[in-house]
C-alpha cells in the first residue's frame, strides 16, 4: 500500500534557467511556473494531500534586480486573481505565510480578499511562502517569546515552559503540521534558508527536473519514492515495524 504524505512541500526552483535554455527572458520560466503550481495543487487534491505547500519567494530574494522583483510581484497578483475561482470550486483553503511587510499594499490586499474567502474550505491546505526565510522565523518567535518573558515578569507570574510544541505556536507556521516530503527541482540540494525547524524530520527528494516542466507525473514519482522510505524518528529499524 502506498503511503501518502499529509504535507508536501516544494522549492520550485529552475524557472529562470529554463527560460534561458529557450533563448528567453527570465519572466518567461516564472509564468510558466504558475502551469506547474495549477498541475501540482490539482494533483494534491485528487491524491487527498491534505497540505501542499510551496516557496514562491525567499528573503534573499528581494536582492534580485528589480525588473525581475517587480514582474514576479505582477505574476502572483494576476496568478491569484486568476486562480481563485478555481480554488473556491476544488474547496481549496489558501493561505500565505512569510515575512509579509515587506509586499506592495495591492500583493496583501489580493492576499487577504482570497484568504478570507476561502476560510471555511475544508479541502486541500494550499500554502504558499513568499518573502519567507527559516531564520526570519526562528528569530520572530524568538522574539515572540522574549515579549512572552517580559510580560510575565511584569505579572510577577512564569512564562510558558519552552518546549519544542510550545515553539511551533510562535512560529508563523503554527497550527500546519511539518512537512512529510519535501521536493527541490532543478538539481540543486540545499535547504537556501526555508524551513529549518520544521523539517527535522522531513524526508528530501531531489529532481533535476526544472520547475516549468514539472507535471504531474514527476510529482507521481516523488510519492513513489517516500512511499519506500521507512521514517525511523531516531529509533531502529526494529523497532518501527514492531519486531522488537
Ligand atoms: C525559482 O526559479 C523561482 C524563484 C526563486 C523566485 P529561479 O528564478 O531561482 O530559477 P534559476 O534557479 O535561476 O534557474
Ligand atoms: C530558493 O531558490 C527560493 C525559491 C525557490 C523561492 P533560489 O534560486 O533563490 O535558491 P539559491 O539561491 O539557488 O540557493
Ligand atoms: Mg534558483
Redesign the pocket.
Known amino acids: 500500500m502506498s503511503k501518502i504524505p499529509r504535507h508536501v512541500t516544494i522549492i520550485m526552483?529552475?524557472?529562470?534557467r529554463w527560460a534561458r535554455k529557450k533563448g528567453l527572458d527570465r519572466l518567461y520560466g516564472h509564468k510558466e511556473g504558475v502551469e506547474s503550481v495549477r498541475a501540482v495543487t490539482e494533483f494534491a487534491a485528487e491524491q487527498g494531500i491534505g497540505f501542499l505547500s510551496l516557496f514562491a519567494f525567499s528573503e534573499e530574494n528581494w536582492n534580485r534586480p528589480n525588473y525581475e522583483i517587480m514582474g514576479l510581484m505582477e505574476l502572483m497578483i494576476d496568478a491569484i486573481a486568476a486562480e481563485t475561482p478555481t480554488l473556491m470550486k476544488n474547496n481549496v483553503r489558501f493561505r500565505v505565510v512569510g515575512n509579509l511587510s515587506k509586499l506592495s499594499d495591492t500583493l496583501k490586499a489580493k492576499i487577504g480578499q482570497t484568504e478570507k474567502l476561502s476560510e471555511q474550505n475544508n479541502g486541500l491546505n494550499l500554502i504558499v511562502f513568499l518573502s519567507y526565510s527559516g531564520k526570519w522565523d526562528l528569530l520572530q518567535a524568538t522574539g515572540k517569546y522574549a515579549h512572552e518573558v517580559l510580560k510575565a515578569k511584569e505579572n510577577n507570574t512564569s512564562a510558558p515552559e519552552l518546549t519544542p510544541d510550545y515553539f511551533d505556536t510562535l512560529l508563523s507556521t503554527s497550527g500546519i503540521p511539518d512537512p512529510d516530503l519535501l521536493i527541490r527541482t532543478?538539481g540543486?540540494q540545499r535547504i537556501s534558508n526555508y524551513l529549518l525547524w520544521q523539517t527535522a524530520y522531513t524526508e528530501f527528494y531531489f529532481t533535476d527536473v526544472l520547475w516549468p516542466d514539472f507535471r504531474k507525473n514527476d510529482f507521481q514519482k516523488a510519492l513513489d519514492h517516500f512511499s519506500e522510505r521507512e521514517r525511523r524518528f531516531g529509533k531502529t529499524g526494529d523497532q518501527i515495524n514492531n519486531l522488537n
Open positions: 526552483d529552475g524557472n529562470g532543478s540543486e
